[in-house]
């Protein structure tokens, strides 16, 4: 198992750009979350899937949209990228949404946004 | 809204202890413990769910007091590869939402 993949490992925009970022697992895990790490602030949750076509927000979503067509997919888009959004950006997933089970966390994807 | 961690910051030396607490102002389902490295992604370190249950990994302990929705991460005779940062995470209700703190950072010395 390749666990939870993430891409790119870095990306740098100019303020306006739109962009994707990747995330896939293979453990047929059914929740999955996006989190923004920044100096001091700890980990954000940014948006969070329970299942396939589910989505909801996190404690920081605006300026971000998700979907989850597959069980094993679920990209970030930022429309419009902005220098706030500056961060290490992980994805991690579960097998169970019920909040007792471990969360397998993706390597992470640093964005810079000039 | 994010659960509080205390201190914000550890020095220790090789062989001391440490405890680093955490605290809701949110009714818990469970409470997560993860360390993280310098530039690499969180690792799981355990899990404590809601009836003030205790666990144990390696000479890393934990405890959840649901009543007072508090839980703290004990490290004895620590070692330098406990060197990292330290988050707690919460989640309230059954809906498998992980909301962190901001995160203790613990350095050990030789």
Known sequence: NAGVTQTPKFQVLKTGQSMTLQCAQDMNHEYMSWYRQDPGMGLRLIHYSVGAGITD??????????????TEDFPLRLLSAAPSQTSVYFCA???RTSGNVEQFFGPG???TVL | QQPVQSPQAVILREGEDA???????KALYSVHWYRQKHGEAPVFLMILLKGGEQKG???ISASFNEKKQQSSLYLTASQLSYSGTYFCGTVAGNTGKLIFGQG???QVKP
């Open chain 1, 57 to 70: 927000q996190g404690e920081v979503p605006n300026g971000y949209n998700v979907s989850r067509s597959t």
């Open chain 1, 93 to 95: 997933s579960s097998f």
């Open chain 1, 109 to 111: 994807t640093r964005l």
């Open chain 2, 19 to 25: 405890v680093i607490n955490c605290s809701s102002s």
């Open chain 2, 57 to 59: 990994h390696e000479k």
């Open chain 2, 104 to 106: 203790t950072t613990l």
